[in-house]
């Protein structure tokens, strides 16, 4: 596998939250692949506080878990007064069907993957997610 260079050709700093061993076992593996650094959360709780004292590029927040499910982490961390609320949030869950993915997009996520995981569109959603915002020409001009 290729490199898939982060913000400015640097790896990227990922925040994969999962309560499911095997599923952060694989993705910090596909992570790692593409040269970007993974940070394991088994917990919302565990994810809020590190968010809280660690930035990160870019989170990956698993849906259904036990306890604070990634709804109620995504609710929290938008509502936190921190530079850490306008970290890009992809959701991610095997429940496509209870969901549109423009539903996720309204609750405050960037962008949804479904499970299982295709590497090639993680990457792409990742990429598409921490890449810097397009300017128009009018924008340009003012």
């Known amino acids: 596998m290729s490199h898939s260079p982060g913000v400015e050709g640097r790896p990227l700093k990922v925040l994969h939250v999962d309560d499911d061993p095997m599923n952060l076992r694989v993705v910090q593996e596909i ?35 036990p306890g604070m499910t990634g ?7 938008r509502a936190s007064p921190g530079p850490e ?11 496509i069907y209870s969901r ?8 405050g996520f960037n962008d949804f993957v479904s499970k299982p995981i ?12 921490v890449a810097p915002p397009l300017v128009t020409l009018q924008q340009a001009v003012g």
Do not use: K, N
């Not at 295709?118 to 997610?129: F, S």
């Open 31 to 65: 992570l790692g692949a593409f040269g970007h650094i993974g940070v394991m959360a088994s917990s919302g709780e565990e994810a809020l506080e590190r968010l809280r004292t660690e930035a990160f590029d870019i989170m990956l927040l698993d849906i259904h878990m």
């Open 71 to 77: 709804i109620e982490v995504i609710e929290r961390l």
């Open 85 to 95: 609320s306008s970290t890009p949030v992809i959701a991610l869950t095997a429940d």
């Open 100 to 107: 549109r993915p423009a539903e996720y997009v309204a609750l």
């Open 118 to 129: 295709l590497v090639a569109g993680l990457m792409a959603t990742i990429r598409r997610c």
